[in-house]
């Protein structure tokens, strides 16, 4: 192949790859609609992937590029429902009886046939968001199995997320389908006191998505901010859906704060931009004053506030202070503390770290960082030696700080970022000014 055919290969490839990460969610979400079972809607979807990858790099990429994926998964699982619904009249003609289920299946086959082809979209994220987080699987498999399906995250990505083994997360993914198929369970979303069970594992997934997208844990970009926007628009739709749920006003809090940083986050190259160096003249005003609103919708609910509407209280008070310096960091340090009160983390701790040092000092922070160094959940986190090289940087211990540094480049699985940290590595080793 010449250069410049393997360029446009690349490229194509590329593209491929951005269309997916955009369009899968939709895809597998009305493709089980049509199924009613989500390994299968995944297996249709990756066929018409597949699909992709063979033809347009040779015809070119679609107009419609969402379309044709649509298109090519729904057929194919017509075509899979086909081949079930001749094999069952095959075992009829045999004589062998169909459980009641399998016929109302095939006496709707004819009409679900005609409808799937055209049928409109509609918001079926948020019907596949709650099939999967059905209360019949465990929460991790849930989280796991949703992140896998709704936010397109590979098994790797989930595992960082989790801070779990690559093989324990792929495992609980496989079991959750094979579940979910055999309980047969309704595509929708549900009403009344089914709704609240799996509320707690949605929120978990929203912010979990939401999170992958503002810091990806992989690949060449800093952010994926498709993640961010899905996430934010199912939370606003459930919010709507659970008007008196007052960690679903705390989770889109936090999130429509946190997307108002999106643009200031990296510069022009992609590179990224830490907090402390944000303009914050480029923060989105809007979606700051709708987090905020949010966040008073949540705190005027009665109860105490949930996690998710304290990270939102922290949020807010990056939003509110004009500069890092005039940030009132003993706030968010107490608010850190009452955190690790309800949902007690080693991440919590190590982001109470980072208040803690910035309220009272580094060598403050360092102390509870050091203690967090055996923490095995922590062994292959980047931030934690992160974290650390900045303390020691502040501290004036420069050679340790490189290290650490270093340390954490070699965890990081996002290019940006490992670029950024062996930066701030090579500059430990400057002579001062």
């Not at 796991?144 to 790797?156: K, P, Y």
């Not at 999106?262 to 003249?281: C, E, F, M, N, T």
């Amino acid at each position: 192949m010449r250069k410049t055919d393997a360029a446009a290969a690349d490229e194509t490839a590329r593209t491929i790859a951005a269309i997916w990460r955009i369009e899968s969610t939709k895809v597998v979400a009305h493709v089980a609609r049509i199924t009613h079972d989500l390994g299968l809607a995944e297996d249709c979807a990756q066929d018409a992937l597949l699909s992709a990858l063979e033809h347009w790099p040779k015809q070119g990429v679609p107009d419609r590029p969402g379309a044709w994926l649509m298109t090519a998964a729904k057929r194919r699982a017509l075509d899979h429902l086909r081949h079930a619904r001749l094999a069952e009249s095959r075992h009829e003609q045999l004589g062998h009886a169909l459980d009641t289920a399998h016929l109302v299946a095939a006496h709707a086959f004819g009409e679900m046939v005609d409808a799937a082809l055209d049928d409109d979209i509609g918001d079926e994220s948020l019907r596949l968001m709650f099939t999967a987080c059905h209360p019949l699987l465990a929460p991790e498999a849930r989280a796991a199995l949703t992140l896998r399906i709704m936010g397109g995250l590979s098994t790797a990505e989930i595992a960082r997320a989790y801070l779990k083994p690559e093989p324990t997360i792929a495992q609980r993914i496989v079991r959750a389908k094979r579940a979910l198929a055999a309980a047969r369970v309704p595509y929708e979303v549900p009403r009344g006191a089914e709704l609240k069970p799996r509320l707690a594992s949605v929120l978990e997934v929203l912010y979990l998505m939401f999170n992958e997208g503002y810091a990806a844990t992989t690949g060449p970009d800093w952010m994926r901010p498709a993640l961010c926007e899905e996430a934010l628009r199912l939370g606003r739709v459930l919010a709507e859906l659970m008007a008196d749920a007052g960690e679903v006003h705390g989770l889109v809090a936090l999130m429509e704060i946190q997307s108002s940083r999106l643009g200031a986050r990296v510069d022009a190259l992609g590179a990224p931009i830490l907090l402390a160096a944000q303009d914050r003249s480029r923060w989105d005003s809007l979606l700051i004053r709708r987090g905020l609103a949010a966040l008073s919708r949540a705190e005027a609910l009665p109860g105490p506030l949930g996690p998710y509407a304290l990270q939102a209280a922290i949020a807010a008070c990056h939003a509110r202070a004009p500069s890092t310096e005039s940030t009132d960091w003993a706030r968010i340090a107490s608010l850190y503390d009452a955190l690790a009160q309800i949902a007690p983390s080693p991440v919590v701790t190590l982001n109470r770290a980072v208040a803690v040092a910035m309220a009272f000092g580094p060598a403050a922070g360092l102390d509870i960082v050091d203690s967090l160094r055996d923490e095995p959940d922590l062994a292959h986190y980047h931030l934690l030696p992160s974290v650390r090289g900045d303390l020691l940087a502040r501290l004036g211990r420069a050679q340790e700080a490189r290290a650490e540094f270093e340390r954490a480049a070699a965890l990081a699985g996002n290019m940006r970022e490992r670029a950024l940290l062996l930066e701030r590595a090579r500059a430990c080793a400057m002579p001062p000014d």
